[in-house]
């Protein structure tokens, strides 16, 4: 075979005269080298079919290949707006949720102002013990009348000081939103009491005014009752009229 990839062939010895027609030889010729057009045309062929076949198989195995997993779709880097939040959200407060807080307030100050009154009676009646008693003496008042109405002034002070202890343990026992629906209600029911109590102006020693400022209100039951208290005072108002 040639560089060109064309087989050579020997010559082979023919008995064909010199006499033979030049058109015999170039069938011959023609006949002998006509196999070798298969063979060429594979072997110039061979190389473009094995490319085409590789580029076939890495396109298949890249198309089978798992592909990375994007940052969005990973879950060490999803963002907390993508994870469902549950958010606990506090029953509103009715009216007899916002009677029973106000009755434990109530409780809470007058347990709280009994403490300090009594603290505060104790601690002056010691500190006021320790005196001379000469120098309680004013406009010719008996010194012991002096310093009983000193320890009397210190019990009512530490009295009114109560409350404010009072209020912060209350505040501290309650949720901040139950708070919050307690003011909107406490807010609401004053605004009721305003409205529907009677006029004072017209009371009278056989018609007084019934529980003016509605603390005797202790649940809704009390709350109606104190609404009849209110029609049936101002009928008898008219009727006296």
């Known amino acids: 075979m040639s560089r060109h990839g064309f087989a050579v062939m020997k010559s082979v010895p023919t008995t064909c005269s010199k006499t033979t027609h030049p058109l015999m030889r170039c069938a011959r010729l023609h ?43 990973s879950p060490s880097t999803s963002t907390p707006q993508s994870k469902p939040t549950t958010t606990t959200q506090e029953p509103p407060l009715l009216w007899d949720g916002f009677f029973k807080l ?4 109530r409780l809470i100050n007058t347990a709280s102002s009994t403490v300090t009154g009594v603290s505060s009676f ?3 009646t010691a500190v006021l013990s320790g005196q001379n008693m000469e120098n309680f003496g004013f406009a010719g008042v008996d010194p012991m009348f002096v310093m009983g109405f000193m ?43 305003k409205r529907f109590r009677v006029d004072p102006t017209s009371s009278s020693v056989q018609n007084p005014v019934p529980d003016y400022y509605g603390e005797k209100i202790r649940n809704v039951a009390g709350y109606r009752s104190w609404l009849k ?13």
């Open 102 to 105: 106000r009755r434990r307030r």
């Open 122 to 124: 104790a601690l002056g």
């Open 151 to 193: 320890s009397l002034g210190i019990f009512f002070g530490g009295w009114l000081v109560g409350p404010v202890l009072g209020g912060g343990i209350w505040r501290a026992s309650v949720v901040s939103a139950r708070r919050a629906q307690y003011t909107i209600k406490e807010r609401d029911f004053f605004e009721r009491i």
């Open 31 to 73: 006949i002998q080298r006509q196999p070798l057009a298969p063979r060429i045309n594979s072997t110039l062929q061979q190389p473009n079919f094995n490319i085409s076949t590789q580029h076939r198989l890495a396109s298949t195995i890249s198309s089978q290949a798992p592909q990375s997993p994007t940052p969005s779709a």
């Open 229 to 241: 208290d209110q029609r049936a005072f101002n009928k008898k108002r008219q009727s006296f009229v």
